[in-house]
């Protein structure tokens, strides 16, 4: 079955000398493999085209009971140029990525996560400013889309801590989570909560859900 699918790199290896294994965040498909063939020789546009972060568009044959299907045509939708020039913001998009990889199966498709990181990313390149708040909105949409709904779990265990602390980190989570980074001219810049322990809950809500997200322990110490 041929699919053209939108996707996000998450990984690239060279295999077999001239061509590429590429992990993939497809909004049609989930996570899936693909190959693409001769991608490493001299001539071809597709070494630019598969690097980690970029938004590309690929036709590929679906084969249910393959693990690696082939790719054979594809073209980059968004590079994000102004991310890849500032640290944080490649650190922190690096970071969503790898979540992704780390926690999603293979061929599960998720519209809804596709959807929060494209709106994400795309603020990411286009903005300066709430770049903590915007890696906490992915971080609460993406837990939520897949089951773990922190904004009414009362008894998880981080949440009971940190009450301790901030009494209100459930109202501080909620507006977060309902901020609308698709218009973010609607967006204050203030926020009235503790960074420094918004920092330490989201440290901890990725240790304890995404103990394999390594590049976080990079974004944590950018959140200042």
């Known amino acids: 079955m041929k699919i053209k699918t939108h996707a996000f790199v998450l990984k690239t290896t060279i295999f077999k000398e001239s061509s590429l294994i590429i992990r993939l965040f497809t909004r049609e498909k989930g996570k899936s493999t693909y190959v693409v063939k001769a991608a490493m020789r001299q001539k071809s546009p597709n070494k630019a085209i598969y690097q980690q972060l970029n938004e590309v568009q690929i036709d590929y ?54 959807k929060t990181l494209a709106t994400i990313m795309k603020y990411f390149n286009n903005f300066d400013t709430n770049l903590n708040n915007a890696f906490y909105y992915f971080l609460l949409h993406f837990l939520k889309n897949s089951g773990y709904d922190i904004l009414n779990a009362k008894e998880h265990p981080i949440i009971i801590r940190f009450k301790r602390e901030n009494l209100n980190i459930l109202g501080d989570l909620n507006n977060i989570f309902d901020m609308n980074f698709n218009q973010p001219e609607q967006i204050t810049e203030k926020t009235n909560y503790d960074k420094k322990i918004m920092t330490q809950f989201m440290s901890e809500l990725v240790k304890y859900h995404f103990p394999d997200a390594k590049s976080f322990k990079v974004a944590k110490d950018l959140f200042s």
């Open 61 to 114: 044959s679906h084969y249910p009971k393959r693990q690696i299907h082939p790719v054979y045509n594809a073209k980059i939708i968004n590079d994000w140029p102004e991310i890849c020039k500032d640290l944080k913001k490649t650190v922190l998009c690096t970071s969503m990525l790898e979540i992704i990889d780390k926690t999603f199966d293979d061929d599960t498709p998720d519209k809804k996560t596709y």
